[in-house]
């Protein structure tokens, strides 16, 4: 059964990067048969949920197993009700706050990438897709530094086509890290990134969700009908057995 949800929606539920949450993981059991799943949705990332109550979760990319990404484990917590996800980097402890779901991270979690700040938001939205020669580039400029908004935009070349990302929870815990100040982020088309750096490196992340896609329901099984005849006997072979 696969969810798909959007994660860091911008307000009015718009916008959001796209997840797909298969709540079934031990019908998926290889690691090859994930992945090959993951390419085939095209996502940017897909989670499997291997124990729904314990929340041990695995998150792959079309492309690769990632051990950590803030938004697989944002929607995760959403859709599950989840206060702590189990992944291959440690419990991820999350909290639900009105419309947002925040989880806290460390940036040493995510891989590193060039963080290229801006003269002006106009200057990050004239950028290509991707900018020439440039991989794993996030462009940021200040929309408002006194009130901490930042427009941004995140550029991957990860080898399954992804060129641009809507929203990148990695990205923005290092930015967050680097600045050390909550930010209030604006990327893509109009997702939005909130972050609050806390104690000892960790840093909160959080985000809207919306369920865009829902699991089917488990059908119901259907008992098989008994042939009768008018007399109300059931047939079977050439006896007939009272009902």
Known sequence: MLDVLHVFCGPGDRYGNKLGVVRDGAAVRAVGDRQALAARLGYSETVFIDDPERGIVDIFTPSCPLPFAAHPLIGTAW?????????????????HDG????????????PPRTLRQYASPEEVDALPAPPHGEDGLYAWAWEDEAAS??????????????????????????LTHQLDRALNIIQGQGSQILTAPGRDGEIEIGGRVRLTQPAPPTPTPVRARIPMDWAGTVRLASRKIPW
């Open 79 to 95: 859709l599950l009700d989840l206060d702590v996800l189990v992944t291959p980097v440690g419990e991820v402890y999350g909290r």
């Open 99 to 110: 419309e947002f779901t925040w989880i806290t991270a460390r940036a040493e979690w995510v």
């Open 149 to 174: 908004r930042v427009r941004a935009r995140a550029f991957c070349r990860r080898g399954d086509n992804s060129v641009e990302d809507e929203a990148t929870g990695a990205a923005a815990l290092l």
